[in-house]
């Protein structure tokens, strides 16, 4: 194992993010993805009303950080200042939140397959790592993203996407910066809870053993995977919450290693309710050991029915704030297996589910 010498901070910020009932607001989406956003509320797309949106989020009173630890960023936020001058950096650390980081450029479709990708962003990496720790970041993201189909996962996208990753996560903590690995096995498809299941597995396996073989400090990183669920177009077979606890945390104890803290699961497509169901039942399934926490990395799971209550105006901020306080709050309850119910709008029990979904 290679050791950092950040290792002891590395820890120590993956144990804070990874606190009990907290999770986090994954606020990183691209220029590109806030605009289509803001197109569904008539609100144009520019620097001033993305600057509004996320001091909107970063600011939400009534102590969001009870249910919210860290906060991933897209570059322009990580920089970015709130209306009265202040850094969002600032701001989030005052509040106890740790700034994050996305730090992929994107996917290209490898050659040769079925519309399989690879993630780029390697090049430079260190120099933008620590530009990033020195504006305030501790932890960073990287999103790899596989399919399955009749032929896919191919073993040559797993492994493309396993070294990615691992590389990532390696120069991350040579820069002081907890790496968030993220697999996506997309819900994309017909398949079945038991075929993306075995995908699933596949993957993580590979993921965890690139990690062994770039030494990096388990301790020290985080894992960001997809909840096992059946395919979005498979409208025959019927799935519980229950069903994907016990696919998604039997996938977990065949792979992952009790070293690493904590799983932060993307939403990927699931309605916020959904999510935040899903995510009780892995909390309260009993069927194997839980060395981890298991807790959530959420976008549009947290944000949908925030940004259509605001709307772009001011003076739905205060009613906005109230809408992304509850939808934070029932995963922080989720994420100790406490959640009942009560949250269900009907905003957010609305699909989230673009197909072939980028950042």
Same mark, same amino acid.
């Given at each position: 194992?290679?050791?950092? +010498?950040?290792?002891?901070?590395?820890?120590?910020?993956?144990?804070?993010?990874?606190?009990?009932?907290?999770?986090? $607001?994954?606020?990183?989406?691209?220029? =590109?993805?806030? *605009?289509? &956003?803001?197109?569904?509320?008539?609100?144009?797309?520019?620097?001033?009303?993305? &600057?509004?949106?996320?001091?909107?989020?970063?600011?939400?009173?009534?102590?969001?950080?009870?249910?919210?630890?860290?906060?991933?960023?897209?570059?322009? !936020?990580?920089?970015q200042k709130a209306s009265d001058g202040t850094p969002f950096v600032e701001i $989030?650390?005052?509040?106890?939140?740790?700034?994050?980081?996305?730090?992929?450029?994107?996917?290209?479709?490898?050659?040769?397959?079925?519309?399989?990708?690879?993630?780029?962003?390697?090049?430079?990496? =260190?120099?933008r790592c620590a530009k990033y720790y020195a504006a305030g970041a501790r932890f960073?993201?990287?999103?790899?993203?596989?399919?399955?189909?009749?032929?896919?996962?191919?073993?040559?996208?797993?492994?493309?996407?396993?070294?990615?990753?691992? &590389?990532?996560?390696?120069?991350?903590?040579?820069? =002081?910066?907890?790496?968030?690995?993220?697999?996506?096995?997309?819900?994309?498809?017909?398949?079945?809870?038991?075929?993306?299941?075995?995908?699933?597995?596949?993957?993580?396996?590979?993921?965890?053993?690139?990690?062994?073989?770039? *030494?990096?400090?388990?301790?020290?990183? $985080?894992?960001k995977p997809n909840m096992v669920m059946k395919g979005m177009e498979n409208t025959?077979?019927?799935?519980?919450?229950?069903?994907?606890? &016990?696919?998604?945390?039997?996938?977990?104890?065949?792979?992952?290693?009790?070293?690493?803290?904590?799983?932060?699961?993307?939403?990927?497509?699931?309605?916020?309710?959904?999510?935040?169901?899903?995510?009780?039942?892995?909390?309260?399934?009993?069927?194997?050991?839980?060395?981890?926490?298991?807790?959530?990395?959420? *976008?549009?799971?947290?944000?949908?029915? !925030?940004?259509?209550?605001?709307?772009?105006?001011?003076?739905?901020?205060?009613?906005?704030?109230?809408?992304?306080?509850?939808?934070?709050?029932?995963?922080?309850?989720? @994420?100790?297996?406490?959640?009942?119910? =009560?949250? @269900?709008?009907?905003?957010?029990?609305?699909?989230?589910?673009? +197909? *072939?979904?980028?950042?």
């Amino acid at each position: 194992m290679a050791t950092s +010498k950040y290792a002891a901070e590395l820890i120590a910020t993956a144990q804070a993010l990874t606190a009990p009932g907290k999770g986090l $607001l994954a606020a990183d989406e691209s220029t =590109g993805t806030i *605009g289509k &956003r803001f197109s569904a509320i008539s609100l144009e797309n520019n620097e001033d009303n993305r &600057r509004a949106y996320r001091e909107l989020l970063f600011t939400t009173p009534d102590d969001i950080t009870q249910y919210i630890s860290g906060v991933i960023l897209y570059e322009e !936020t990580l920089f970015q200042k709130a209306s009265d001058g202040t850094p969002f950096v600032e701001i $989030l650390k005052k509040r106890n939140m740790i700034p994050g980081i996305k730090v992929d450029a994107g996917t290209v479709t490898l050659l040769g397959t079925d519309g399989e990708t690879a993630t780029q962003g390697l090049d430079k990496l =260190g120099e933008r790592c620590a530009k990033y720790y020195a504006a305030g970041a501790r932890f960073a993201k990287w999103r790899a993203v596989l399919k399955i189909s009749d032929v896919a996962p191919t073993d040559m996208a797993i492994l493309e996407n396993a070294h990615g990753l691992a &590389r990532y996560a390696q120069i991350c903590q040579e820069f =002081g910066l907890v790496p968030i690995v993220e697999p996506e096995v997309l819900m994309d498809g017909t398949h079945t809870i038991e075929q993306a299941a075995a995908a699933t597995q596949k993957v993580q396996a590979a993921v965890v053993k690139a990690l062994h073989d770039f *030494g990096i400090l388990f301790e020290g990183m $985080l894992l960001k995977p997809n909840m096992v669920m059946k395919g979005m177009e498979n409208t025959t077979q019927k799935t519980t919450p229950e069903d994907v606890a &016990r696919y998604t945390v039997s996938v977990l104890a065949r792979t992952l290693p009790a070293a690493v803290p904590g799983v932060m699961f993307l939403s990927g497509g699931q309605s916020e309710e959904d999510a935040t169901l899903n995510l009780n039942a892995i909390n309260r399934y009993a069927g194997h050991k839980k060395p981890w926490a298991l807790t959530f990395s959420y *976008g549009r799971a947290l944000q949908q029915a !925030t940004i259509k209550t605001w709307a772009g105006k001011v003076e739905n901020v205060a009613a906005a704030q109230k809408v992304f306080f509850q939808r934070a709050q029932a995963n922080g309850l989720a @994420a100790m297996g406490k959640y009942e119910g =009560g949250a @269900a709008s009907a905003l957010a029990s609305e699909s989230l589910y673009q +197909k *072939g979904y980028t950042y």
